[in-house]
Structure formats: C-alpha cells, structure tokens
C-alpha cells in the first residue's frame, strides 16, 4: 500500500482554521495509507504551542515512521524519491518535489487538499 507523509504544517492546518488533515488526506489520495515522519512529531514538540500539542495528541494515534534523521525538509524529500506521497503547503518544498517530477498533496482553496501531478 502507498504512504502520504504529512508535514508539519498540513497538521497545523487542521488547528488554523483547515478541514481535518486526516480527512483531508483521505479524500485527496484515496486508499493511500497516513503515516507521520518522526521527524515531523519532533518539530511539533519543538513548537511548545497549544496547537502543537493538540496536533502531537491527534498524531500519537497515527502510525509513526523514520525516515531518518535531519532537516525534516530534506527528509521529506528524500522520502518522496523513496515513493512516499507527501503532504505539504511549503513552497520551497513544493518547488523542489516539481523540479524532480514528484507528485505532492498541496492545500488548494484553504480548505482542501489536492494533487500536484494526479495520483
């Protein structure tokens, strides 16, 4: 089964006034499997924000994944040469997984997800 990896800031959407990332995901890539980078869950503990660890609480019933250690940009990357999915609104990031010819889930319209390239 294919992973979409959420970033930390598709889970802060969910706390900024966005859809649920869970739902939001779901509905974009259909029958991909959600996981959350370690990294990513490190970042968020990192924020000490009442968002944050709302978001941590709303993961830690998620699966978990390494996918290294590192700037969870990079990793991210990394992960989506390795035919991870990954779910960001980060325009550096965006750009980057273009230039490779990597498909993203980006937030379209402030309250949904889509698909970059089609999945």
Do not use: H, Q
Request: glycine content about 6%; aromatic content about 6%.
């Amino acid at each position: 089964m294919k992973t979409v990896l959420a970033d930390t800031n598709i889970i802060l959407w969910t706390f900024s006034g966005g859809p649920d990332f869970r739902e939001a995901i779901s509905k974009a890539a259909p029958g991909w499997n959600l996981a959350i980078p370690s990294c990513v869950i490190t970042e968020l503990e990192k924020l000490e924000s009442k968002d944050a660890r709302a978001a941590l609480n709303m993961c830690k019933a998620l699966e978990i994944i390494d996918i290294g250690e590192g700037y969870t940009d990079n990793m991210l990357i990394d992960a989506a040469k390795n035919g991870y999915l990954i779910a960001t609104n980060d325009k550096e990031m965006l750009s980057e997984l273009k230039s490779l010819k990597l498909n993203a889930l980006k937030i379209r319209e402030k309250n949904k997800l889509i698909s970059t390239e089609g999945i």
